[in-house]
């Protein structure tokens, strides 16, 4: 079995990469590298099973030989990424979707997309199930990754229903763990980053926004089985166990000595007040829940970090 994965140098694309070949499939990695690193999957490079190609899939491309599965990672995902690559993030999430599916249409392979739950927008029901239509701001700085996954759903739907491409539609809430960026922008590495250089920690507004944050086995463990399954519509994947980001943020600062001091800034435009989501669907159709708790992938992730930065600094 031969698996092409799309974002394949990325934090979430290579920890997949890993999974599929531990399962004994063929794996081919295509990656742009606008925000993934090769570092992340040089482990498998020598690897039989394991090929990476540089490939931009908003372009024209074509892969050789058969293909199985196609797992579509591709997207800045972070509100740096994303702010900083708007155009490029809308392509991928549309043009991009559209080339995937086109493969898979070609091979006969299965398709999976990588959504979000920004696909909720800043909720008004939490948790948040796959009921949930969301309530987005189509036009404000946040809607190039929130409607360009939107889009992405919609498009894969569609070719699930008019060409009868078998689909398959993830929604990932928070993920965290080794190979995240320290400076991606995101919670966590950016308040690890923020407390390595010394610099105090920055919370939004006055840190009660809530978020929910799975450890990176349990995430690929979802995906994985919902990969797997028959199921077409939208499936949550994340951790429900709800924290809020100032909570978070002192749990950061207990693997400090000098504890860095937190410092408050206003509240970034349509940031979501609650992320939360309700697996009821993944526990019943996949059998699946996350395992690992915070405090458990809290410190496998800080230790990475620490050694990363160390490396950085020492090199």
Not at 110 to 132: L, N, R
Not at 134 to 144: C, K, L, Y
Request: net charge neutral; with cysteine; glycine share 8%.
């Amino acid at each position: 079995m031969r698996a092409v994965i799309t974002g394949g140098a990325g934090f979430l694309g290579s920890h997949l990469c890993d999974k599929f070949i531990a399962e004994g499939w063929e794996v081919l990695s295509l990656d742009n590298l606008i925000t993934g690193v090769e570092a992340n999957h040089a482990h498998l490079a020598r690897n039989p099973k394991f090929k990476s190609l540089h490939v931009d899939v908003c372009e024209p491309f074509s892969v050789d030989g058969a293909v199985d599965y196609v797992l579509h990672f591709a997207s800045p995902a972070s509100p740096f990424d994303y702010l900083k690559f708007p155009i490029e993030t809308m392509r991928v999430g549309s043009v991009g979707t559209q080339n995937t599916l086109d493969l898979a249409r070609a091979k006969k392979a299965k398709f999976f997309i990588a959504s979000t739950s920004e696909c909720y927008g800043d909720p008004d029901v939490s948790p948040q199930p796959e009921t949930y239509w969301g309530h987005v701001n189509s036009i404000g700085p946040r809607a190039v990754y929130d409607e360009a996954k939107r889009f992405a759903e919609a498009m894969t739907m569609a070719y699930h229903r008019y060409f009868g491409v078998d689909t398959h539609i993830v929604r990932i809430f928070n993920t965290y763990g080794p190979r995240m960026r320290l400076k991606d922008g995101r919670a966590l590495p950016n308040f690890v980053h923020q407390a390595l250089t010394g610099q105090p920690i920055t919370v939004y507004g006055e840190g009660q926004q809530t978020r929910s944050f799975c450890y990176v086995s349990d995430l690929i463990d979802g995906i994985y089985k919902l990969a797997m399954s028959d199921e077409h519509l939208p499936t949550n994947i994340g951790n429900p166990q709800e924290i809020t980001i100032l909570q978070f943020a002192e749990k950061i600062r207990e693997h400090f000595e000098n504890a860095p001091k937190i410092i408050f800034e206003p509240l970034p435009q349509d940031d979501p007040k609650q992320r939360c989501p309700d697996i009821s669907k993944a526990k019943r159709l996949l059998g699946w829940a996350p395992k690992v708790g915070l405090a458990e992938g809290l410190k496998i992730t800080m230790d990475h970090f620490k050694r990363e930065f160390a490396a950085a600094a020492a090199g």
